[in-house]
Structures are given as C-alpha cells and as structure tokens.
C-alpha cells in the first residue's frame, strides 16, 4: 500500500449505532479498480499519548491519492454529520503519508495484532540529518525487538509544516506492545527524540488499536460496488489476517 488516510477521532461514546457509521462508509461509493486496505478501531493503550483522541479510521490505497481523496470527500462529509452528535466539539485530527520506508518480518507469528502510530512533529529548525537519524533509531528497534510484524514512516502530506512526520509499528499482540513501551533501548531512543519535537513530548501523539477489531481484509474489485458486494462481483482477497489464538 502506498498512501494512508489516517483520521483520529474524540467520541464521547463508542456505542454501536456510532461504530455502524464507520461500517457504512462507503458503502455505496463506486471506484473501479482500486485496491485498499481499511481499518477502524477504538483506542488500546494505558500509554496515554493519545491526546483525547479515542477512535481511528484508516484507509491504504494504491494509486492516484488525490484522485481517491477527490472521489470519497462527499462520503466523508457525510460521515462527519453523522457522528457530529458523537464528537467533542468536531475534533479530528487528519494524519495523510506515503511511507518512505515499509519493513516486514515475516517470521514474526501473529496472534491479536496491535497497531502503534505515532506522529511526530519536528521543529522547523531540526535538519534532515537528524531527522534520518531518528528514523534510523527507529528501524533498528525494529530489526532488534520482539513482535514486531512491520514498521513504517513518512512525511505528512496534508500538512503546513514539511517537518512533520508519522511511523507505525505493527505487533503480534498487547504483550509484545507492551514489553516495546517500556524496554530500555526505546526509552533510550525516545529520550533522543523529544527534544527534537516542536513541543517535546507534550507533541506526540500516539495511537494504538487492535487490527482484527474488523475484517482487515485487502481487496481488488473491478467495476463494482466499494464496500458493497453483489453476487456477481469477483473478489480477490490478498491478504486475510490469520484468526486469533484462542486462549
């Protein structure tokens, strides 16, 4: 995938008539040929970088991202009004990035999969050099950690400031999550960080959630309904995440 639409949303509730919107968005919308992942889920964390945010919708495209952005605004704007009783005074907050950097392990085994995004706001004076470093740091506490499925990062697109950036790290399950919070060799890396961040940590925001929380399925449709299948519609699923352990 290389875009993603990430919106973080302040719900006073997540009740099940406001989580039917999310399901219904885009139900009906027709693009031909596009291939995309989607994801929406409640906050899972006790690390409290979330900054009141407590739900997000993801979407991960390939192709012409303006063009899609183009295609779904009228269903967005939709959406909104429907949660506009939901939300806390409209607070959204809107994440657009085509990763630079997409690692996998597949050799990590994927049990209930946890989702960590982080975005981080660099000073407008912090160079480039630093910031390549940090993300260096990042990566090598993906090549060194345990449970890690996936890392990636990229620049803001929607954003003023061209030093502002994102990265997620996918995780085989909350153990896994958790035991990355509080190891040393990421305090050690978050302590190089911060002061490199427009505000310091008071910037961060982090957000995780579960990916099997909805079908996280990749899917190709031609000429047919987004979201919504008709018999006759053929279905490529690429990627079906494997069903969690029962404990």
């Not at 409290?48 to 952005?69: H, T, V």
């Not at 050799?107 to 910031?131: A, G, M, R, Y």
């Amino acid at each position: 995938m290389n875009y993603h639409f990430i919106k973080l949303f302040s719900l006073k509730e997540c009740s099940k008539s406001v989580i039917t919107h999310f399901n219904d968005f885009l139900k009906s919308k027709k693009i031909d040929n596009v291939t995309y992942l989607i994801e929406h889920g409640a906050y899972q964390s006790s690390e409290g970088r979330n900054k009141g945010y407590n739900y997000l919708l993801k979407i991960s495209i390939e192709g012409d991202a303006a063009k899609f952005k183009t295609e779904i605004e009228n269903e967005y704007i939709e959406l909104l009004e429907q949660l506009k009783p939901s939300l806390n005074e409209e607070d959204v907050f809107s994440i657009e990035y085509e990763p630079s950097t997409q690692l996998t392990n597949q050799s990590v085994p994927i049990q209930s999969p946890i989702n960590h995004v982080v975005f981080l706001p660099f000073k407008d004076t912090c160079k480039s050099v630093e910031i390549n470093k940090s993300f260096k740091l990042l990566t090598n506490l993906f090549n060194e950690l345990p449970g890690i499925s996936s890392f990636g990062y990229g620049k803001c697109q929607d954003s003023i400031s061209d030093k502002n950036f994102v990265f997620e790290m996918n995780f085989s399950d909350e153990a896994n999550r958790d035991n990355y919070l509080t190891d040393k060799q990421h305090v050690e890396v978050a302590h190089r960080i911060i002061p490199l961040l427009e505000k310091g940590a008071d910037s961060i925001i982090a957000f995780d959630y579960f990916t099997s929380m909805t079908p996280k399925k990749l899917f190709t449709l031609s000429n047919s309904s987004f979201f919504t299948l008709k018999p006759e519609d053929k279905v490529v699923e690429n990627n079906p995440l494997p069903k969690p352990a029962n404990n």
